[in-house]
């Protein structure tokens, strides 16, 4: 049995990338691995670009790539804010017992 050389055409709508969905990814990444102070630009970047996605009408290629930039920065943010209190806790109770 031989195959066609190419893949079948496909007959669909086109699908669109969203322009900022790879660097809604990357920044989500970036914000569990490097720096998590980013992680509120990749949450509140994912939530405009799932909104013009939803509203567009389109089919796009690159939403799962939205989502999980979306949720990396959740759960950054999530993260960063704990940080921040378990570092003003100690604080307060360093200045407390001293």
Do not use: K
Not at 27 to 47: H, R, Y
Not at 78 to 83: D, Y
């Amino acid at each position: 049995m031989s195959y066609p050389p190419y893949d079948p055409p496909y007959y669909g709508p086109q699908q669109h990338n969203h322009p900022n969905g790879t660097t809604i990814l990357v920044l989500g990444i970036l914000s569990l691995v490097v720096c998590t102070f980013i992680g509120p630009f990749a949450w509140s970047m994912g939530n405009r670009a799932l909104r013009e996605i939803d509203e567009s009408g389109y089919v796009f290629a690159n939403r799962g790539h939205v989502q999980a930039g979306r949720i990396c920065g959740i759960i950054s943010t999530v993260l960063f804010a704990l940080t921040l209190l378990f570092v003003a806790f100690g604080v307060t109770v360093a200045i407390v017992t001293s």
